[in-house]
Protein backbone atom coordinates (compact mmCIF):
# COMPACT_ATOMS: atom_id res chain seq x y z
CA UNK A 1 0.00 0.00 0.00
CA UNK A 2 3.04 2.57 0.86
CA UNK A 3 4.46 1.65 -2.38
CA UNK A 4 1.14 2.64 -4.59
CA UNK A 5 0.77 5.61 -2.42
CA UNK A 6 4.52 6.60 -3.61
CA UNK A 7 4.15 5.82 -7.14
CA UNK A 8 1.59 7.74 -7.33
CA UNK A 9 2.97 10.42 -5.56
CA UNK A 10 5.75 10.14 -8.45
CA UNK A 11 3.10 9.91 -11.33
CA UNK A 12 1.04 13.30 -9.91
CA UNK A 13 4.70 15.16 -9.90
CA UNK A 14 5.20 13.66 -13.30
CA UNK A 15 1.69 15.35 -14.71
CA UNK A 16 2.78 18.47 -13.28
CA UNK A 17 6.40 18.93 -14.42
CA UNK A 18 5.09 20.32 -18.17
CA UNK A 19 7.23 23.89 -16.85
CA UNK A 20 10.07 24.33 -17.58
CA UNK A 21 13.39 27.11 -17.04
CA UNK A 22 15.71 28.71 -18.89
CA UNK A 23 18.71 26.72 -19.76
CA UNK A 24 21.89 28.56 -18.98
CA UNK A 25 25.14 28.50 -20.48
CA UNK A 26 27.59 25.43 -19.25
CA UNK A 27 30.78 26.37 -18.11
CA UNK A 28 33.45 23.67 -18.57
CA UNK A 29 33.33 22.05 -15.21
CA UNK A 30 29.28 21.10 -16.06
CA UNK A 31 28.18 18.33 -16.95
CA UNK A 32 24.70 18.18 -19.02
CA UNK A 33 23.07 15.10 -18.44
CA UNK A 34 21.39 13.24 -22.16
CA UNK A 35 18.40 11.88 -21.90
CA UNK A 36 18.64 7.87 -21.06
CA UNK A 37 22.51 8.68 -20.16
CA UNK A 38 22.56 6.34 -16.88
CA UNK A 39 22.72 2.03 -17.38
CA UNK A 40 19.94 -0.20 -16.42
CA UNK A 41 21.60 -1.09 -13.44
CA UNK A 42 22.20 2.31 -12.33
CA UNK A 43 18.20 3.27 -12.20
CA UNK A 44 16.17 5.35 -14.38
CA UNK A 45 18.03 8.75 -16.10
CA UNK A 46 18.04 11.79 -14.50
CA UNK A 47 15.91 14.36 -16.09
CA UNK A 48 15.99 15.47 -19.73
CA UNK A 49 18.67 18.38 -19.89
CA UNK A 50 19.86 18.47 -16.19
CA UNK A 51 22.97 19.98 -15.09
CA UNK A 52 25.14 18.02 -12.60
CA UNK A 53 27.72 19.96 -11.03
CA UNK A 54 30.88 18.43 -8.97
CA UNK A 55 30.90 20.10 -5.07
CA UNK A 56 33.10 23.04 -5.48
CA UNK A 57 33.09 22.87 -9.04
CA UNK A 58 31.62 26.77 -9.37
CA UNK A 59 31.99 29.22 -7.13
CA UNK A 60 28.99 31.46 -6.30
CA UNK A 61 28.25 34.85 -8.42
CA UNK A 62 28.71 37.68 -6.37
CA UNK A 63 25.59 39.39 -4.68
CA UNK A 64 24.52 42.82 -6.09
CA UNK A 65 25.53 44.87 -3.39
CA UNK A 66 22.47 47.21 -3.86
CA UNK A 67 19.69 49.12 -2.34
CA UNK A 68 16.29 47.89 -3.61
CA UNK A 69 14.19 50.36 -5.33
CA UNK A 70 10.66 50.94 -4.20
CA UNK A 71 7.33 51.03 -5.77
CA UNK A 72 4.75 53.36 -6.49
CA UNK A 73 1.74 54.22 -4.41
CA UNK A 74 -1.76 53.83 -5.08
CA UNK A 75 -3.21 57.19 -5.78
CA UNK A 76 -7.12 58.01 -5.87
CA UNK A 77 -7.71 57.39 -9.67
CA UNK A 78 -9.92 54.85 -11.24
CA UNK A 79 -8.67 51.67 -12.71
CA UNK A 80 -9.99 53.12 -16.03
CA UNK A 81 -8.57 56.50 -15.37
CA UNK A 82 -5.07 54.79 -14.75
CA UNK A 83 -4.75 52.56 -17.02
CA UNK A 84 -7.12 52.45 -19.96
CA UNK A 85 -5.53 50.95 -22.53
CA UNK A 86 -6.12 47.37 -20.38
CA UNK A 87 -9.50 48.37 -18.99
CA UNK A 88 -10.85 49.00 -22.55
CA UNK A 89 -9.11 45.75 -23.32
CA UNK A 90 -11.54 44.28 -20.80
CA UNK A 91 -8.78 41.56 -19.47
CA UNK A 92 -5.47 41.44 -17.79
CA UNK A 93 -2.98 39.19 -19.32
CA UNK A 94 -0.92 37.93 -16.46
CA UNK A 95 2.37 35.19 -16.93
CA UNK A 96 1.84 32.49 -14.35
CA UNK A 97 3.54 29.30 -13.91
CA UNK A 98 1.97 26.13 -14.75
CA UNK A 99 3.39 23.50 -12.21
CA UNK A 100 4.00 24.94 -9.04
CA UNK A 101 1.38 23.07 -6.57
CA UNK A 102 -0.48 25.07 -4.47
CA UNK A 103 1.17 28.26 -6.14
CA UNK A 104 0.21 28.37 -9.60
CA UNK A 105 -0.29 25.14 -11.82
CA UNK A 106 -2.92 23.65 -13.95
CA UNK A 107 -5.37 21.32 -12.23
CA UNK A 108 -4.77 18.35 -14.19
CA UNK A 109 -8.03 16.67 -13.83
CA UNK A 110 -9.59 20.26 -14.82
CA UNK A 111 -7.64 22.03 -17.12
CA UNK A 112 -8.05 24.82 -14.82
CA UNK A 113 -5.46 27.41 -13.49
CA UNK A 114 -5.70 27.12 -9.37
CA UNK A 115 -2.90 28.27 -6.78
CA UNK A 116 -2.12 31.29 -4.65
CA UNK A 117 -0.73 33.31 -6.65
CA UNK A 118 -3.39 32.82 -9.43
CA UNK A 119 -6.10 33.92 -6.76
CA UNK A 120 -3.49 37.30 -5.99
CA UNK A 121 -4.05 37.83 -10.26
CA UNK A 122 -7.83 37.45 -10.09
CA UNK A 123 -7.72 40.16 -7.20
CA UNK A 124 -6.23 42.60 -9.65
CA UNK A 125 -8.64 41.81 -12.12
CA UNK A 126 -11.87 42.05 -9.69
CA UNK A 127 -10.50 45.72 -9.21
CA UNK A 128 -9.88 46.86 -12.52
CA UNK A 129 -13.02 45.42 -13.68
CA UNK A 130 -15.21 44.35 -11.15
CA UNK A 131 -15.11 40.92 -12.13
CA UNK A 132 -11.88 38.20 -10.98
CA UNK A 133 -12.13 36.16 -14.04
CA UNK A 134 -11.54 38.99 -16.51
CA UNK A 135 -7.86 37.28 -16.49
CA UNK A 136 -5.87 35.70 -19.67
CA UNK A 137 -3.63 33.82 -18.21
CA UNK A 138 -0.52 32.62 -20.21
CA UNK A 139 2.08 30.24 -19.05
CA UNK A 140 5.61 31.79 -19.01
CA UNK A 141 8.28 30.32 -18.22
CA UNK A 142 11.06 31.76 -15.50
CA UNK A 143 13.81 32.25 -18.55
CA UNK A 144 11.16 34.26 -20.77
CA UNK A 145 9.80 36.22 -17.71
CA UNK A 146 11.68 39.85 -18.72
CA UNK A 147 10.95 38.84 -22.06
CA UNK A 148 7.13 38.81 -22.09
CA UNK A 149 6.89 41.57 -20.26
CA UNK A 150 9.10 44.02 -22.28
CA UNK A 151 7.38 42.64 -25.78
CA UNK A 152 4.30 43.19 -24.10
CA UNK A 153 2.78 39.46 -24.48
CA UNK A 154 1.88 39.99 -20.74
CA UNK A 155 0.76 42.70 -19.07
CA UNK A 156 2.43 41.75 -15.42
CA UNK A 157 3.79 38.83 -14.27
CA UNK A 158 2.80 36.63 -10.94
CA UNK A 159 5.38 33.51 -10.96
CA UNK A 160 7.38 33.19 -7.78
CA UNK A 161 9.64 35.79 -8.53
CA UNK A 162 11.84 37.65 -6.11
CA UNK A 163 12.50 40.95 -5.75
CA UNK A 164 15.79 41.48 -5.57
CA UNK A 165 18.25 44.53 -7.15
CA UNK A 166 19.52 42.77 -9.45
CA UNK A 167 15.84 42.03 -11.04
CA UNK A 168 15.47 44.99 -11.08
CA UNK A 169 18.29 46.20 -13.60
CA UNK A 170 15.29 44.50 -15.48
CA UNK A 171 11.92 44.85 -14.30
CA UNK A 172 9.69 46.40 -11.74
CA UNK A 173 7.96 44.77 -8.85
CA UNK A 174 4.77 45.92 -6.82
CA UNK A 175 4.98 45.54 -3.62
CA UNK A 176 5.71 42.34 -1.38
CA UNK A 177 2.47 39.80 -2.20
CA UNK A 178 4.47 36.84 -0.14
CA UNK A 179 7.46 36.32 2.05
CA UNK A 180 9.81 33.09 2.18
CA UNK A 181 12.12 31.24 3.14
CA UNK A 182 15.04 29.06 1.92
CA UNK A 183 14.75 25.96 3.41
CA UNK A 184 15.49 21.87 2.33
CA UNK A 185 12.93 19.50 1.68
CA UNK A 186 13.98 15.69 2.14
CA UNK A 187 12.79 12.11 2.55
CA UNK A 188 11.21 12.05 5.96
CA UNK A 189 13.57 8.78 6.28
CA UNK A 190 16.84 9.82 4.89
CA UNK A 191 18.03 11.39 8.57
CA UNK A 192 19.17 14.00 7.11
CA UNK A 193 17.81 17.12 9.13
CA UNK A 194 19.75 20.44 8.14
CA UNK A 195 22.20 21.51 5.62
CA UNK A 196 25.02 20.88 7.46
CA UNK A 197 23.96 17.24 6.75
CA UNK A 198 24.42 17.24 3.04
CA UNK A 199 28.40 17.54 2.38
CA UNK A 200 29.11 14.32 -0.12
CA UNK A 201 25.60 14.18 -1.09
CA UNK A 202 23.53 15.71 -3.80
CA UNK A 203 20.87 18.77 -3.74
CA UNK A 204 18.39 19.78 -6.80
CA UNK A 205 17.31 23.18 -7.47
CA UNK A 206 16.31 24.65 -11.10
CA UNK A 207 19.05 26.32 -13.54
CA UNK A 208 19.26 29.84 -13.05
CA UNK A 209 17.52 30.25 -10.09
CA UNK A 210 19.20 32.07 -7.27
CA UNK A 211 18.37 29.14 -4.88
CA UNK A 212 21.89 27.62 -7.03
CA UNK A 213 23.83 30.27 -5.56
CA UNK A 214 22.45 29.58 -2.35
CA UNK A 215 23.58 26.29 -2.34
CA UNK A 216 27.03 26.74 -3.68
CA UNK A 217 27.29 29.31 -0.29
CA UNK A 218 25.80 26.98 1.85
CA UNK A 219 26.41 23.74 1.21
CA UNK A 220 29.65 23.72 -0.78
CA UNK A 221 30.62 20.20 -0.28
CA UNK A 222 27.56 18.68 -1.73
CA UNK A 223 26.76 18.28 -5.59
CA UNK A 224 24.60 19.97 -7.40
CA UNK A 225 21.75 18.84 -10.01
CA UNK A 226 20.15 21.30 -12.07
CA UNK A 227 17.01 20.67 -13.39
CA UNK A 228 14.66 22.71 -15.39
CA UNK A 229 11.95 22.41 -13.07
CA UNK A 230 10.97 22.14 -9.72
CA UNK A 231 8.94 19.12 -10.34
CA UNK A 232 12.20 17.60 -11.61
CA UNK A 233 13.53 18.08 -8.72
CA UNK A 234 10.26 16.57 -6.79
CA UNK A 235 10.59 13.34 -8.68
CA UNK A 236 15.00 12.98 -8.86
CA UNK A 237 13.52 13.25 -4.68
CA UNK A 238 11.29 10.16 -5.31
CA UNK A 239 13.76 8.45 -7.15
CA UNK A 240 16.42 8.77 -4.59
CA UNK A 241 18.82 10.52 -7.58
CA UNK A 242 19.42 13.66 -5.13
CA UNK A 243 19.12 13.78 -1.14
CA UNK A 244 17.27 17.13 -1.44
CA UNK A 245 15.97 19.63 -2.72
CA UNK A 246 16.33 23.59 -2.23
CA UNK A 247 13.59 25.94 -2.73
CA UNK A 248 11.73 28.87 -1.33
CA UNK A 249 9.59 27.02 1.12
CA UNK A 250 6.33 28.28 -0.15
CA UNK A 251 7.50 25.93 -3.54
CA UNK A 252 8.20 23.53 -0.94
CA UNK A 253 5.26 23.03 0.74
CA UNK A 254 3.85 22.19 -2.74
CA UNK A 255 5.70 19.42 -2.83
CA UNK A 256 4.95 17.89 0.73
CA UNK A 257 1.18 18.38 -0.15
CA UNK A 258 2.09 16.15 -3.42
CA UNK A 259 3.64 13.65 -1.21
CA UNK A 260 3.98 12.95 2.25
CA UNK A 261 6.77 11.33 2.66
CA UNK A 262 8.93 13.98 2.48
CA UNK A 263 9.49 17.13 5.21
CA UNK A 264 10.90 20.51 5.26
CA UNK A 265 14.03 20.47 7.27
CA UNK A 266 16.96 23.01 8.82
CA UNK A 267 17.08 26.69 9.73
CA UNK A 268 16.16 28.77 6.57
CA UNK A 269 18.79 29.73 4.46
CA UNK A 270 17.67 33.09 3.37
CA UNK A 271 14.60 35.36 3.16
CA UNK A 272 13.33 36.70 -0.03
CA UNK A 273 9.97 38.92 -1.02
CA UNK A 274 7.78 38.06 -3.87
CA UNK A 275 6.84 40.97 -5.69
CA UNK A 276 4.17 40.82 -9.25
CA UNK A 277 6.83 42.17 -12.02
CA UNK A 278 5.95 44.58 -14.72
CA UNK A 279 8.00 45.84 -17.53
CA UNK A 280 10.61 48.27 -16.41
CA UNK A 281 9.28 51.82 -17.05
CA UNK A 282 11.40 54.18 -19.24
CA UNK A 283 10.94 56.74 -22.18
CA UNK A 284 8.45 54.63 -24.15
CA UNK A 285 6.79 52.93 -21.87
CA UNK A 286 5.19 54.30 -18.32
CA UNK A 287 4.43 51.34 -15.94
CA UNK A 288 3.93 53.43 -13.37
CA UNK A 289 0.11 53.42 -13.03
CA UNK A 290 -0.04 49.90 -13.91
CA UNK A 291 2.32 49.28 -10.32
CA UNK A 292 -0.40 51.85 -8.48
CA UNK A 293 -3.14 49.56 -10.05
CA UNK A 294 -1.28 46.51 -8.50
CA UNK A 295 -0.40 48.10 -4.90
CA UNK A 296 -3.61 49.39 -4.90
CA UNK A 297 -5.13 46.06 -4.97
CA UNK A 298 -1.97 44.54 -2.50
CA UNK A 299 -3.14 47.13 0.11
CA UNK A 300 -6.96 46.44 -0.34
CA UNK A 301 -6.11 42.36 0.35
CA UNK A 302 -4.09 43.21 3.29
CA UNK A 303 -6.77 45.19 4.85
CA UNK A 304 -9.92 43.76 4.48
CA UNK A 305 -8.63 40.01 5.10
CA UNK A 306 -8.69 38.51 1.79
CA UNK A 307 -5.06 37.96 1.61
CA UNK A 308 -5.37 35.76 4.91
CA UNK A 309 -8.05 33.88 3.22
CA UNK A 310 -5.85 33.14 0.32
CA UNK A 311 -3.00 32.10 2.35
CA UNK A 312 -5.27 29.91 4.68
CA UNK A 313 -6.66 28.30 1.83
CA UNK A 314 -3.45 26.97 -0.11
CA UNK A 315 -0.16 27.39 2.37
CA UNK A 316 -2.05 27.27 5.85
CA UNK A 317 -1.82 23.50 6.19
CA UNK A 318 2.22 23.51 6.05
CA UNK A 319 3.57 27.21 5.97
CA UNK A 320 3.50 29.87 9.13
CA UNK A 321 1.86 32.94 7.96
CA UNK A 322 4.46 35.01 7.78
CA UNK A 323 4.37 39.30 8.55
CA UNK A 324 4.85 40.93 5.63
CA UNK A 325 6.28 44.37 6.33
CA UNK A 326 5.12 47.67 5.03
CA UNK A 327 5.17 48.86 1.44
CA UNK A 328 8.37 50.88 0.57
CA UNK A 329 6.54 53.47 -1.41
CA UNK A 330 9.12 56.61 -3.36
CA UNK A 331 8.11 59.39 -2.58
CA UNK A 332 6.10 61.80 -4.85
CA UNK A 333 9.27 63.54 -6.10
CA UNK A 334 10.81 60.23 -7.12
CA UNK A 335 7.81 58.70 -8.72
Known sequence: MAHSTRLLAVLSAAALCAASCGVPDLGSKEERIPRASLDAEA?????????????????????????????????????????????KR?????????????????????GEVRGFEVDIAREIARDIFGDPDKVDFRFVESSERTRALNDES?????????????????????????????????????????????AGKTLCAVQGSTIVDT????????NILQTRAWGDCLMALQLNQVDGVVADDALLSGMVAQDSYTSIVGEPLTTEDYGVAVRKPDSTHDSRPLLRQVNSTLERIHSDGTWDKLFDRWLGDYLAKPALGSPDYLDDEEA
Open 43 to 87: GPPLPDNSIFEPAGSAEPRPVLDAPLKGTYKPDGKSAKERIPAIY
Open 90 to 110: GRIIVGVDRSNNLMSYRDTAT
Open 154 to 198: VDIVIRTMSISAERQREVAFSAPYMTTKTRLLVLTSSGIRSIDDT
Open 215 to 222: IRRAASTA
